[in-house]
Each structure stands twice: as C-alpha cells, then as structure tokens.
C-alpha cells in the first residue's frame, strides 16, 4: 500500500497538494493564496525522479489517500555541527476521506523505517502553529519540539 510515487500517481498528488493549501491558507491566509499548491505538475514529475526527495504514497489501489514528501540532507565535516545524516519531512497529507484511518501513521512508520534503513540520524518536520491537528499527530508518533521559529508581523 505505501510505495514510492510514479509518474501516474501525479493527478492524486496535486489533489492533496491542494488539501495542503487549504489547511495553510485557513491557517495563515496573510501568508498563503488560497486554491494553489506548492508544486506544479511540472516539478512533481523532477521530484519523483529525484533520489534525494523520495516521494511516498498510500495507494488502496483506487486512489492516493495520503503522501509523504521528503529530503534528505547529510551534514559532513561542519566546523560547528555534529556529522549526521537527516530525513526532512517537507510535506504530509492525508486526504481528508481518509483521516482517522490510520493512512498517516502507516505513512509516517515507513518514513521512520525508510530512514532508519538509509542511516538517518534523525527525522525532522516543520508545522505551523494552529495546525492542532498536526501537531497532536507527530507527538502521537514520538516526535518532540527541537526548536521554535517565531515572528513579529509589521
């Protein structure tokens, strides 16, 4: 059921893209248009083919009921910074028909796993503030605040 994205899964992607802005722009309107994604169908197709940005998918074989967008990114030999070899979650969605049937922690389990398996030190993610949802999400799943970004809006 989870597998990483093809081509053909593309349609279903940008569906949950869009899902993704909705949650954003209702969340932060002065930040995010509403009715767009974060990517085109364009760069979709570059990011399935790239190795460094695995795309995962849940696919029932109807549809694709929730993806994971990832990065990983390997720090070496920094002055300042430990060695270490992390997965960034840049995206996570499940479609809204489908929460609260467990489509997110199975996909957020085979990240981990994913990320075990390549030598990751650690998994990492970012979520806005006021996405509650989300944020009792990834503590369900283990996840702790390693630090906090803040703003002051002129």
Same mark, same amino acid.
């Given at each position: 059921?989870?597998? +990483?994205?093809? +081509?053909?899964?593309?349609?279903?992607?940008?569906?949950?893209?869009?899902?993704? =802005? /909705?949650?954003?722009?209702?969340?932060?309107?002065?930040?995010?248009?509403?009715?767009?994604?974060?990517?085109?169908?364009?760069? #979709?197709?570059?990011?399935?083919? $790239?190795?460094?940005?695995?795309?995962?998918?849940? =696919? =029932?074989?109807?549809?694709? #009921?929730?993806? /994971?967008?990832?990065?990983?990114?390997?720090?070496?030999?920094?002055? #300042?910074?430990? =060695?270490?070899?992390?997965?960034?979650?840049?995206?996570?969605?499940?479609?809204?028909?489908?929460?609260?049937?467990?489509?997110?922690?199975?996909?957020?389990?085979?990240?981990?796993? !994913?990320?075990?398996?390549?030598?990751? !030190? $650690?998994?990492?993610?970012?979520?806005?503030?006021? $996405?509650?949802?989300?944020?009792?999400?990834?503590?369900?799943?283990?996840?702790?605040?390693?630090?906090?970004?803040?703003?002051?809006?002129?």
């Amino acid at each position: 059921m989870i597998r +990483k994205a093809e +081509k053909r899964d593309i349609g279903g992607l940008m569906n949950l893209l869009h899902q993704v =802005d /909705a949650v954003h722009h209702n969340i932060r309107p002065d930040l995010f248009k509403t009715n767009t994604t974060k990517y085109n169908e364009n760069e #979709l197709e570059e990011l399935i083919d $790239n190795s460094n940005n695995p795309i995962f998918v849940f =696919d =029932d074989s109807n549809q694709i #009921l929730g993806h /994971a967008f990832c990065q990983v990114t390997e720090v070496k030999n920094h002055h #300042l910074l430990q =060695d270490a070899k992390t997965l960034y979650i840049d995206d996570i969605c499940v479609d809204v028909d489908a929460r609260g049937k467990h489509v997110g922690s199975a996909l957020y389990e085979y990240v981990r796993d !994913y990320a075990r398996q390549i030598g990751c !030190y $650690n998994i990492t993610l970012n979520v806005w503030e006021g $996405n509650d949802a989300a944020i009792c999400f990834y503590k369900s799943m283990g996840m702790q605040v390693q630090k906090t970004g803040m703003e002051t809006i002129l």
